[in-house]
């Protein structure tokens, strides 16, 4: 056993502790909590036996190197089910070591990589190893440097969480390329209520697309278009669910510049509306 608790071991340090431990097979037992090292100090957790099912390092600085240690602690590992790494550092080296990690694991069941750096080439690696994948219950990209990252975990969350009700993809970057792959996922999807997509680049024919998409999804009751391209981001938001749920009894558009595409958009909203 051997215990380095509470003292200023930081990301260098760290590494060469975990670049120590890898052919070491007699030491069992390390404590490393409290330092400047979180990653490592993960790692020596999960090495110790001591991890919960649940590993936050939410703003921790955490780098690519760091996901090469905690893959590897992690590849065999029955007990971790969740990882946020949330606003972090993480890069597209760093997501390949994720795919790596998640060809082998399958006990990890929601994996959090908002607000990092990856790009499409990381959400590639991601891709590859996801599009087989049935136990990843949850996995949020939105916030990286590519919009396919986002809309990827978007499609795999839609695909293997028959529970799950909500999505949050704002501020993502995502066009109306990426809104025709997220469509599509949609199609078919009976328990989505509620869907935000606030400050992307989403332009009418990328509207339409949401539209056809969620057209037969008679639980929807909430989308979020606010910031987008479209000069249809308001009526949709408001109409969407009025043909369907035949709950709106009052909508105020008045000076929001609708033209004729705008008209036609209102007008096919309440051709079945019987209450507003």
């Known amino acids: 056993m051997l215990s380095i608790r509470s003292n200023k071991i930081g990301l260098q340090g760290g590494h060469c502790i975990a670049d120590a431990l890898k052919d070491n097979t007699t ?13 490592i100090e993960t790692v020596c957790e999960i090495r110790s036996d001591e991890a919960s099912s649940k590993i ?43 795919a790596d990690l998640l060809r082998t694991n399958t006990t990890i069941k929601k994996l959090f990589l908002g607000s990092n750096h990856i790009s499409d080439t990381g959400a590639k690696y991601l891709a590859d190893v996801l599009q087989n994948n049935t136990t990843m219950l949850e996995i949020n990209l939105s916030k990286n440097t590519s919009a396919y990252a986002a809309v990827l975990g978007a499609t795999v969350q839609l695909r293997n969480n028959k529970t799950n009700n909500y999505l ?21 999807n009976q328990t989505l ?27 929807f009751e909430s989308l979020s278009l606010r910031g987008n391209k479209s000069s249809l981001c308001t009526l949709v938001e408001i109409f969407l669910t009025a043909s369907e749920d035949q709950v709106c009894t009052e909508a105020n558009v008045a000076d929001r510049s609708i033209g ?17």
């Not at 936050?56 to 590992?77: A, E, G, M, P």
């Not at 209520?193 to 639980?219: F, H, P, W, Y």
């Open 27 to 39: 030491l069992k037992k390390i404590y490393l909590s409290n330092n400047q090292c979180a990653a």
């Open 56 to 98: 936050n390092l939410f703003n921790r600085r955490i780098q690519d190197i760091d996901l090469q240690y905690l893959s590897h602690s992690l590849k065999h590992n029955t007990t971790v089910t969740d990882i946020d790494l949330t606003h972090n550092e993480i890069g597209d080296t760093g997501a390949q070591y994720l």
């Open 168 to 188: 949050g993809l704002d501020d993502s970057k995502i066009d109306s390329q990426g809104i025709q792959v997220l469509a599509t996922a949609l199609i078919n």
């Open 193 to 219: 209520t509620s869907l935000s997509l606030r400050s992307n680049m989403i332009d009418d024919q990328g509207v339409e697309c949401l539209c056809d998409a969620l057209r037969n999804n008679t639980k």
């Open 260 to 276: 004729d595409d705008e008209l036609r958009f209102l007008v096919d909203a309440l051709r079945n509306n019987m209450v507003l």
